[in-house]
């Protein structure tokens, strides 16, 4: 395999230096980038240690987190910096601590918050916070959910095993006119399987054939594998039938 060496130049583009296979020997004090292929400029944006938003997502203190943020007006965009890391990990103590901060400044909630807040709970698998917290924003006329939103609360509830509560947040998100994304919909019909709720599975396809979502012959594929494996020829053969209709390569 061969890759290129490249130098950052003071004029923050890399250009190439080299052209070598592997292993490729590095000089001291000089700062190299590899890129495979063709030669390229990119535009290199130093690190500053010292900007606010840097410190926010990667403190982990509380005090120090709304320290930054009062510094800097306690603008909305600094809050969601600090809430960035504990979506990730599911510090659900450091989350409630900024979101109530945000509250006693009167700053408002946007969608942005509850996904940033809905994550870090559904990282703890906490659904029924999580469904609250939902339920809340739909409440608020000043915020609607979005595909996002839609995406966590199904991914969480099929991993909880709770596939009655998946299904209902898919059809409601297609009422809503938002349609999510693939995995979403292979989720929900991979809990109704597990649940031999074939049934509920078929209807996962319908929904996704009424929003015209990309990657339906995956979604087919679980049903077909599902019947496959309680020996349902029949019904085998009615959504291979199906899918030849609807244009799908059936191998």
């Keep these: 395999m061969f890759v290129r060496a490249a130098r950052v130049c003071g004029s923050g583009r890399v250009r190439t230096v080299l052209r070598s296979s592997y292993p490729v020997q590095i000089l001291p004090t000089t700062h190299y980038r590899f890129v495979q292929g063709r030669a390229t400029e990119i535009k290199i944006k130093p690190i500053n240690e010292n900007d606010s938003f840097f410190k926010l997502k990667n403190t982990q203190s509380v005090s120090e987190a709304l320290k930054i943020i009062a510094e800097n007006d306690n603008k909305r965009d600094y809050y969601h910096a600090a809430l960035i890391n504990a979506s990730r990990v599911g510090n659900i103590d450091f989350a409630s601590a900024v979101t109530k901060d945000m509250k006693k400044n009167s700053v408002q909630w946007n969608e942005k918050t509850f996904d940033l807040l809905m994550k870090a709970h559904a990282k703890r698998l906490d659904f029924q916070t999580t469904s609250t917290l939902l339920h809340k924003m ?92 309680r020996e349902d020829i029949p019904q085998i053969r009615v959504l291979i039938d199906e899918m030849q209709e609807n244009g799908i390569f059936v191998r």
């Design 138 to 229: 739909k409440k608020n006329a000043e915020v609607k959910p979005d595909a996002q939103i839609y995406e966590t609360v199904i991914h969480l509830h099929s991993k909880v095993n709770k596939a009655k509560e998946t299904l209902a947040f898919l059809r409601e998100s297609i009422d809503s006119g938002i349609t999510c994304d693939y995995k979403a919909f292979l989720a929900a019909i991979k809990v109704q399987i597990a649940n031999n709720k074939l049934d509920n599975a078929y209807e996962v396809i319908s929904l996704a054939k009424q929003c015209k979502l990309e990657g339906l012959k995956h979604l087919y594929d679980e049903l077909v594998q599902a019947y496959a494996c």
